[in-house]
């Protein structure tokens, strides 16, 4: 006998909980969710199905209600199932419940012309007679506007998970499929990080069909074509392709659709990642897609010759295809004055060369080219950093990680702290390492202006390459220079030049420079703007007569 | 090779000539032509322009096709192999010594304590990736990059007009009409993108603009070609043209814009460090284009690390054991006049070849 156990408690076994992992996971793995089963005429067995399915007995939000169906004054059994909290209950009971199962004008009514008498209790007849009954359900009893027979369990199972209500009868080997979709969704709001001071204020939301709305609204064409698209083995997350029909490239539209069609996953959830499943290829970081919150760039987008992908859940659209300048472009250029935005628009060229450039640059002249200094400021630069006992670099890296600190903890803090945060960390810190001889005084200046110059770049991806690929020429700065610099600047440049989207050059339309009606990158006036991007090859090239202001050259067309 | 497009091809030529241009031959036109330096310059670019025209006369009956076929055409496989390696070997020797130059420049003047073949290594680095690169991309780079460098070397001129000293072009004749007009046709190995003409071809998307994109070209290699001979001749004598450094680099060292652009040799070196990398990234795909033809290899990419070995071991070779000066005066040149000699030799048998066959087809 062990005496310890005499004082001391200890549980017979050690509690260890391991999960079992395969070893051999494989492609038919995918492939083991598809279901192959048709409704069938036995209510039973349908109900069983169901059942089993949805795990009724376990899951807590899946409602069946099982009744009785009246048609023609007779009772036939039925059964509704649907998830509670996706669809509209109130709805389902006004509109489904009561007409089937009180007694009305229409499921008393007996024709003296049509014999709708259920399959089982006319077993000659069987194929008509159910169609017929099918049909007078469909036609005289559901008051529901989007209603449809569906006969594969697969696209029924799919549609009760997207919250619509399906209606299965006795004897009857289609159910009814009954879109009473109600779930709770945010309401359209003003856009979170494309924010403008002129123009249109809102912005995508989670729910698709909102979205496409949103859309259509906007482009008030009847040649607007919203394609969907189910990806996903398991989650089957509606996505749409939306585009104009005479407008749009037919090559680009195919693409895209080969490409949807064409993706073997368990789930998506959103549009970050399925822009990482139909992008060209592996770009070094570099964003292909350009992502969007708001509706008028969109429309912009597609009246361009692009097309747009929305995914369900994600209030992002993607715009394909997508070229260097739609990241440095912001929603606010076309509402402005062309030389007010042509003047943001190289503000922001500007902010972009700062950002990838300025730290290694200043590494790279103070340790090596110190002659491109005036004398009085590479005076001043060897006074500030006169007491700091660290080498450059380190002083450099040091304050690109606490500003990347300080962001990246503004970001995850509550709003109402995040911006006192940052104002904090930045002020004190800076003071603070200044005081203590950390850094010099320049260098925190640099910092700051290469900070604030990445907030000017309007997309976030796009900025965020911009701050990785920093250290980059930073690191190279460094190590040798100019030269370094040099060969970095060639190699970034030959790597976004070997990006293509979706059959477009990335760095399209400065190269390769087509012809000569090419959007390059400034703002042309909005009169001045006639031809469409021809990197597009849109099936209509002139977007609007030489002349558009009619009433000023009192032309006719 | 993706098909390019006029614009794309014309910067491409034009910056296979302007790597030579900056680092290697204005310096010699100047250093030999002294005051007639730029009735040089005009001499050898009427002689370009005059030679392109020649080519593309006899392209006129190969629209489109690639001149290593016309070589097998010409004498078959056999012949297009050791047509191929000659050129393959000008390209590999005139990679090597630009890039021997530049970088015996940057030691100097910035890098004394870095062993040459370091800085050789990261050029050849990036000649690596830019071989790797899907898309042309070196291509569309280069297309962006030739402006930008058009504009330093107009600027570098522009800028250094007050201190132009306008007696250093004469005599105007300089040390004879012998060494302007008949030595001085040497010179002409200045446009390396005569050499590149005659590649062009196949990969344009328009052949049938062939000819006004390679006169195009070699014009503007003549007008940079100009300024820059002209930015040396005017502002230096004779002890600076002939020095290790290139001249255009010093030239660079006395512009100044007030107070505070006191000194821009540093943001000039910045960019010719990214006209060496797009001159190394052209003529390395144009080598790799060639040995995929003569060898028949189906993925060239696994080749370009070997190329880039081939590179580096050129160019250090070539600093180590060889007199630069000599290697860029004499054996440059010969080389040049030989590969173009048997381009024109080429083209004019494959043409007599053709004309031949069609007056036996129609007898």
């Known amino acids: 006998m062990n005496i310890k156990k005499i004082f001391k408690y200890e549980p017979q076994h050690e509690y260890d909980f391991n999960i079992q992992t395969t070893e051999n996971a494989t492609v038919q793995d995918l492939n083991t969710e598809k279901i192959d089963k048709k409704v069938n005429t036995s209510l039973q067995v349908n109900l069983e199905f169901m059942q089993s399915e949805f795990n009724s007995l376990i899951s807590s939000d899946v409602i069946i209600r099982k009744f009785s169906l009246i048609c023609k004054n007779q009772k036939y059994k039925a059964f509704l199932i649907f998830i509670d909290g996706m669809a509209d209950s109130l709805n389902i009971n006004h509109f489904v419940l009561k007409p089937l199962m009180q007694r009305n004008q229409n499921n008393t009514y007996i024709s003296q012309n049509s014999n709708p008498t259920p399959a089982s209790k006319n077993k000659k007849n069987l194929p008509q007679n159910s169609t017929a009954f099918a049909n007078y359900i469909y036609n005289r009893l559901i008051p529901y506007n989007n209603l449809s027979q569906e006969i594969e369990f697969e696209k029924i199972i799919s549609d009760i998970n997207s919250g619509n209500c399906i209606l299965f009868v006795d004897t009857l080997n289609i159910a009814f499929d009954i879109d009473a979709k109600g779930f709770k969704q945010r309401s359209i709001d003003r856009p979170q990080i494309e924010n403008v001071i002129k123009g249109p204020q809102e912005a995508f939301v989670e729910n698709i069909r909102t979205n496409t709305s949103l859309l259509r609204r906007l482009v008030n064409n009847q040649n607007l074509i919203i394609e969907s698209v189910e990806i996903g083995k398991l989650s089957k997350t509606k996505c749409a392709l939306c585009y104009l029909q005479n407008i749009a490239n037919g090559d680009l539209i195919a693409e895209a659709k080969f490409r949807l069609n064409n993706i073997s996953i368990d789930s998506l959830i959103s549009s970050g990642e399925l822009e990482q499943l139909i992008q060209d290829g592996p770009s070094a970081g570099i964003p292909q897609i350009l992502s969007t919150e708001r509706p008028d760039k969109c429309v912009k987008a597609m009246y361009q010759g692009r097309a747009i992908i929305l995914v369900n859940g994600n209030p992002y659209a993607l715009i394909i295809p997508s070229v260097m300048t739609d990241f440095l ?128 770049i309007p997309n976030f991806s796009f900025g965020f390459h911009l701050r990785v690929y920093r250290f980059i020429f930073t690191i190279l700065g460094y190590i040798c220079g100019f030269l370094g610099i040099g060969i970095g600047i060639y190699v970034y440049l030959a790597t976004i030049c070997s990006i293509k989207c979706f059959g477009v050059a990335y760095v399209s339309p400065i190269s390769p420079n087509i012809s000569g009606f090419s959007l390059k990158y400034f703002v042309p006036p909005f009169w001045k703007q006639e031809y469409r991007n021809d990197f597009l090859a849109p099936k209509k090239q002139v977007a609007q007569s030489k002349y558009s202001m009619h009433w000023k050259k009192n032309v006719k067309e | 090779m993706e098909k390019i497009n006029n614009k794309e091809a014309i910067s491409l030529t034009i910056s296979c000539s302007l790597g030579i241009t900056v680092f290697i031959s204005s310096q010699i036109i100047a250093s030999e032509c002294l005051s007639s330096s730029l009735i040089n310059t005009g001499f050898i670019s009427l002689i370009a322009m005059g030679l392109t025209l020649i080519i593309c006369m006899l392209y006129k009956k190969f629209i489109g096709i690639s001149f290593l076929d016309i070589t097998e055409f010409v004498g078959g496989k056999f012949l297009k192999f050791i047509v191929g390696s000659a050129f393959l070997f000008y390209f590999i020797f005139t990679l090597a010594i630009v890039l021997c130059k530049a970088v015996n420049c940057l030691q100097i003047v910035y890098y004394p304590m870095t062993h040459p073949n370091y800085t050789v290594l990261l050029f050849v680095i990036t000649a690596a990736i830019a071989c790797n690169l899907k898309n042309n991309g070196f291509l569309r780079a280069t297309f962006i990059i030739v402006p930008i460098v058009i504009v330093a070397i107009f600027f570098i001129f522009v800028g250094n007009l007050k201190n132009f000293n306008y007696e250093n072009i004469f005599p105007i004749m300089g040390n004879g009409i012998r060494a302007t007009f008949f ?43 100009t300024f820059v001979t002209a930015t040396i001749i005017l502002m230096f004598n004779k002890n600076v043209t002939s020095g290790q450094l290139f001249p255009l680099y010093i030239a660079v060292r006395y512009i100044e814009f007030g107070t505070f652009f006191q000194r821009l040799d540093s943001a000039f070196l910045l960019i010719m460090n990214i006209a060496i990398c797009s001159f190394l990234g052209i003529y390395s795909n144009l080598c790799l284009g060639i040995i995929k033809e003569i060898t028949n290899i189906s993925d060239i990419k696994p080749v370009s690390f070997c190329f880039a070995l081939l590179l580096y071991a050129s160019t250090i070779l070539i600093d180590a054991k060889f007199e ?18 048997l381009g024109l030799l080429i083209l004019i048998i494959a043409n007599l070849k053709k004309s031949y066959k069609k007056i036996e087809i129609n007898n």
């Open chain 2, 324 to 341: 630069l000066e000599f290697m860029q005066n004499t054996f440059f040149k010969a080389l040049f006049f030989s590969v173009i000699a």
């Open chain 1, 329 to 456: 472009a912001s929603p606010e250029d076309s509402n402005l004055v062309p030389l007010f935005a042509n003047f943001l628009k190289a503000i922001r060229l500007i902010a972009f060369i700062i950002t990838l450039l300025l730290p290694g640059m200043y590494i790279a002249v103070t340790n090596f080219h110190q002659e491109l200094f005036p004398t009085e400021l590479l005076f001043s630069i060897l006074v500030a950093r006169e007491n700091v006992p660290f080498p450059i670099i380190f002083e450099l890296l040091l304050m690109e990680v606490s500003f990347e600190l300080i962001r990246e903890g503004g970001l995850r803090t509550p709003s109402a702290i995040g911006s006192t945060l940052g104002i904090v960390g930045a002020l004190i810190l800076g003071d603070a390492a200044v005081a203590a001889n950390v850094v010099s005084p320049i260098l925190i200046i640099v910092v700051a202006i290469t900070g604030l110059s990445s907030f000017v």
């Open chain 2, 183 to 225: 030595e001085g046709t040497t010179n002409l190995f200045t446009f390396g993108g005569i050499a590149y003409i005659l590649f062009l071809p196949q990969n344009l998307k328009r052949p049938d603009k062939f000819m006004s994109i390679s006169l195009i070209s070699i014009a503007i290699s003549s007008i940079l070609l």
